[in-house]
């Protein structure tokens, strides 16, 4: 069964929102976000849509990322700095995400993913910047990025955050 496709579209203030549901999944592309810290149950992907990273508190930590996958049910808080970004949430009880979870998250409750990855969404969600998309092409997205959060060519062990940090910096230069 294919599911529900459907697509939304907020403005508030100067303030844009697309929301997109598919197959218990759920793409918002925003450039504004909430305030605080928060925690959800649902699997959350985090990408920075356009150069500037966002900055991500959870414990004692902030740091500045261009994407990351939390755990369910974790506290943290996002500040995108009114740039666009993308949230894709996943049913912590679907296959998918338990895979991910196991994958990214075994020995952590932020992982920060390699660059590889960062670009290849970026190029999938960059027709989604202060556009609104048809649910199909957005359905075609969510299957693409968790295809690639699940794929097991890539390296199956889960780095430290702070670490990868630094080793996707080294990377970049």
């Known amino acids: 069964m294919d599911g529900i496709n459907l697509d939304l579209c907020t403005q ?5 929102s697309y929301v ?3 197959n218990g999944h759920i793409l918002l592309i925003s ?3 909430e305030i605080g810290n928060y925690s959800h ?3 959350k992907i985090a990408f920075a849509m356009e150069k500037a990273p966002f900055c991500i508190r959870y414990a004692e930590d902030t740091t500045s990322v261009n994407a990351a ?3 369910p049910d974790y506290p943290h808080h996002i500040d995108i700095n009114n740039a666009w970004h993308a949230l894709l949430l996943i049913n912590p009880e679907s296959r998918q995400a338990k895979s991910i979870i196991h994958r990214y998250l075994y020995n952590s409750s932020i992982y920060y993913p390699d660059a590889s990855i960062i670009n290849t969404a970026k190029k999938l ?6 556009n609104s998309n048809c649910a199909i092409l957005a359905k075609q997205v969510i ?3 968790i295809a690639d959060f699940t794929d097991n060519s890539g390296s199956s062990k889960a780095i430290e955050p702070r670490i990868q940090v630094i080793i996707d910096q080294i ?3």
Do not use: E, V
Not at 125 to 130: A, D, R, V
């Open 12 to 16: 508030h203030d100067g303030k844009t």
């Open 20 to 22: 997109y549901l598919c």
């Open 31 to 33: 450039n504004t976000l």
């Open 41 to 43: 149950s649902a699997l």
């Open 69 to 71: 996958i939390i755990k």
């Open 125 to 130: 969600l960059s027709p989604f910047i202060n």
């Open 143 to 145: 299957i693409k990025l």
């Open 171 to 173: 990377n970049n230069c």
